[in-house]
């Protein structure tokens, strides 16, 4: 069975500092891994994504997340963040079947202060 | 290109009671997902619809919830009777298709409290 681990709940942290959300997940075959982000009353919007290649991908507005096998891990990091990266971020894990299903971790909400 | 569509924004009903969420995917979007997010947790699959046929539905609580998805384009969401339990934020979503790489899109969700 799959399962993604998000340990923290909220982290909070000062604009322009560096950030790290970490992601764990388990599964026992081919995994493909996702961030999505959630504003202040919005829905959940994609944020990048990993299926296969390079193990780092990025972000348009600065994130970027490695895919570790060995450590089962999808860290999202962003070297600094502004006042408007404040939100809720989700990793998810899907695992195709004829069909694709998402399973979200619990959400960290990123708090960023002046 | 519109988004996904919800409705409504927020329901207050008491135990015991029925309520039904709409959803109004993107068009083209043959994939239609519904998710529950209870406070403090992550969504959760609750169906999912290819066209008009599901293909996930063991997560959906069958004594109380129901859901169809009309001529595959629009759905609804029914929870009868609904109980403390189930107040939460209840997600729509679509994507082109059920591939892996295909970007699933979100509605802005039907927050539902029952007193």
């Known amino acids: 069975a799959q399962s993604v681990t998000q340990l923290d709940s909220q982290v909070p942290v000062f604009e322009e500092a560096p950030v790290e959300l970490r992601c764990n997940y388990s599964?026992?075959?081919?995994?493909?891994l996702f961030w999505y982000v959630q504003y202040p009353n919005q829905g959940l919007q994609l944020l990048l994504k990993?299926?296969?290649?390079?193990?780092l991908v990025e972000s348009i507005n600065g994130f970027e997340a490695e895919f570790n096998k060995s450590q089962t891990s999808f860290h999202l990091r962003k070297p600094s963040v502004h006042i408007s990266d404040t939100a809720e971020y989700f990793c998810a894990v899907s695992l195709y079947t004829g069909f694709q299903k998402l399973v979200f971790g619990t959400g960290t909400r990123l708090l960023v202060s002046p | 290109e519109a988004g996904v569509a919800q409705s409504p924004r927020y329901k207050i009903i008491e135990k015991r009671q029925s309520v039904a969420f709409w959803c109004n995917p993107i068009s083209g979007h043959a994939t239609l997902y519904w998710y529950q997010q209870i406070l403090g947790q992550g969504p959760k699959l609750l169906i999912q619809f290819q066209n008009n046929g599901v293909v996930d539905d063991s997560q959906l609580p069958k004594d109380r919830f129901s859901a169809e998805r009309l001529k595959g384009v629009d759905s609804t969401l029914k929870i009868q009777p609904a109980k403390l339990e189930d107040s939460a934020v209840y997600l729509c979503a679509s994507s082109l298709e059920s591939s892996v790489n295909t970007e699933a899109f979100f509605g802005q969700g039907t927050r539902l409290t029952v007193v």
């Open positions: 990993y299926l296969s290649g390079s193990t």
């Open positions: 599964s026992s075959v081919s995994v493909y």
